[in-house]
């Protein structure tokens, strides 16, 4: 089971980190990302890391803002949001995947099994 913790409402401009944990305290696979969702809208890929550090970022609005990082002890992983914008507004989610995104992709939703409950962000402008 993934926790997500970290959302909540922030000003334009500002900063936020989300944290994800695994509910056994080790992930047990070796990819897990962010991915987040618009009212009405399918899950869009935010960023994923790799237990070896490798990171992969769409290339969007959030290039460059969003910051994907973990622990050492791979039970934490982090996704810093810099710069908030009103857009940035939805609902995060962490995600685990057990082909350790070989399959479709680091970014691809279906290579994703394990979901978090999700935490809201909101950016008021």
């Known amino acids: 089971q993934l926790v997500e913790s970290g959302g909540g409402l922030v000003q334009a401009g500002e900063s936020l980190t989300l944290s994800c944990a695994a509910s056994e305290g080790t992930f047990s696979t070796s990819l897990v990302g962010w991915f987040r969702q618009y009212p009405e809208k399918e899950r869009e890929f935010v960023a994923s890391?790799?237990?070896?550090?490798?990171?992969?970022y769409p290339a969007n609005s959030t290039k460059g803002r969003f910051i994907i990082s973990k622990d050492d002890g791979w039970d934490r992983v982090y996704l810093q949001m810099n710069t908030l914008k009103p857009e940035d507004t939805a609902v995060y989610y962490c995600a685990a995947s057990r082909s350790g995104g070989t399959r479709y992709g680091l970014g691809d939703l279906r290579d994703f099994n394990y979901w978090g409950q999700g935490t809201q962000v909101t950016v008021s402008s």
């Open positions: 890391i790799r237990r070896t550090g490798y990171r992969a």
